[in-house]
């Protein structure tokens, strides 16, 4: 039996569970926060710490061969701690208050609507082909057997990260929503960061309908892609290099942590923090140099067990397998993929289908060409996001997934913008447009998501019409035997009920 077919609870324990497991990050991060990074004691700091922590130790027990045996106790123990620190639904009110705390109610329903929506978009069931093929596919695989197989049988599952190593401990729960939650939940907490940061909530509107205006965000939070949670990472890293007066070893050692973090749990991340890397070993040289050894053994310390964990996957172990165990042309082929056909960088804007609206970013990033004046951070940030668009040029792809992250950057440049070069009102209401339609298409998809939450029934009816290749393997469940293993040219390998070679 496959619980993401065929459930083992009701999709409302699915929910309570995934609560839980999230109120336990915040609990161990804020432990692990009160004691090392005092000053840096906010709600998304603690969501992150805690899940970058965890995401190791279930690397270093696949290396070891006790994957199982390590999700099982670290669920459990998120479990505990979440029923007793149970403060998830406070956080989240005080979270969503805090960016609606405004003399403009108008301005605060849209926020409320669009989070909310997206919100039970994230917790409805999986139907994001790559979600069905290892998204879910790996940890259910490492949860069966604690090793993944040979990856010339299996090229997609060396795709794995971070990512995937902590969405099995919701899977082993039966629990198929914990991951969505998970990024959906760091970007309230991500903004609920900047309102504690910053004072001006004009400016926090801006910079909250300039993200979720973007109509890939749709994309980002209805699957358990680890995508938004990194990205969130290294917009944060960036901020702090930036807004910091004064660098010591505590918060160049946390930015080093959330760059480290990204790359992990997806291998891309690694062009990302290329450039803002560079920039915090600068930042370490010229204002506490030792850090610089501390960075270098933290470096160590995350990358090893995957070089250790890779030399043991390869016959031939080369320069690249430091980083993944995918052949040359299989990553080249990856980086060549795009959502259509178009021409780079149109593909970015403009959809092949009103069906792919939710593949592409908006034109919220041509409000750049109309500020008056840019701020020396604010310059920096576009060099910065320049860098790294050209270093994604040669090595990455050109995806809106991807250049989502720049969207990010660039949105909290604005906190370095003088008022007198920053029509705060004009810019405001110029996205109004374009979030009005990521409105409508959220509540539209909350809408056909809501039933799945309250019945089975209509769970089943909604991965039937949304789940890819649903229906034929659920149909293929049914007819073999649970003793056989099967071989499978279907991508949706997470809904097959028997041992598979894919």
Known sequence: MNFLITPTIHPFIQILITLLLCSG???????????????????????????????????????????????????????????????LFKEIK????????????????????????????????????????????????????????????????????????????????????????????????????????????????????????????LFLI??????????????????????????????????????????????SFILSGTIIGLLLIIKAFKFHKQTILNLILLTLFIFLPKIYYNFNQVSEFSLINIFTTLPKDFLENLSNFKDNDFIYPINLFIPSSLGAITTILGFQVFLLFFIKKISKEFSLILVVTLLTIFIHLIFGQQTSRIYFEFLLWISIGVYFLEKVNFNNKFFTYALLPQLSFVILISIYFAAITLPSLFNLEYRDKFMKKNSFEYSGIKWANNQIPLDLRVISELRSHSLLANEFIP
Do not use: C
């Open 222 to 267: 209805s699957g358990p892609k680890p995508l938004l949670f990194p990205q969130l990472l290294t917009t944060v890293a960036l901020y702090l290099l930036v807004k910091e007066n004064k660098f010591n070893h505590k918060n160049l050692f946390l930015i080093g942590i959330f760059l480290l973090g990204a790359a992990q749990f997806k291998l």
């Open 25 to 87: 990050l915040l609990k161990i991060g804020k432990i692990f926060n009160d004691k090392f990074f005092k000053n840096y004691n906010y709600h998304f700091f603690n969501l992150s710490i805690s899940s970058i922590l965890i995401s190791q130790i279930l690397f270093f027990s696949l290396t070891f061969g006790i994957f199982k045996h390590v999700v099982m106790i670290l669920s459990y123990l998120l479990i505990f701690l979440g029923i007793f620190n149970f403060n």
């Open 94 to 217: 005080v979270s969503i208050q805090s960016l609606v705390n405004s003399k403009n109610i108008f301005f605060n329903y849209i926020i409320v609507i669009i989070f909310l929506s997206l919100i039970l978009i994230s917790l409805g069931p999986p139907s994001m082909s790559d979600a069905l093929d290892y998204h879910y596919g790996v940890p259910l695989y490492l949860l069966n057997h604690s090793f993944l197989p040979n990856q010339d049988i299996w090229l997609h599952g060396s795709l794995f990260g971070f990512g995937e190593l902590l969405s099995s401990i919701g899977l082993y729960l039966k629990t198929d929503n914990f991951f969505t939650f998970f990024q959906i939940l760091s970007l309230i907490l991500f903004f609920e960061f900047l309102t504690r940061k910053e004072k001006d909530k004009n400016r926090l509107f801006f910079v909250i309908f300039f993200i979720v205006s973007s109509p890939v965000i």
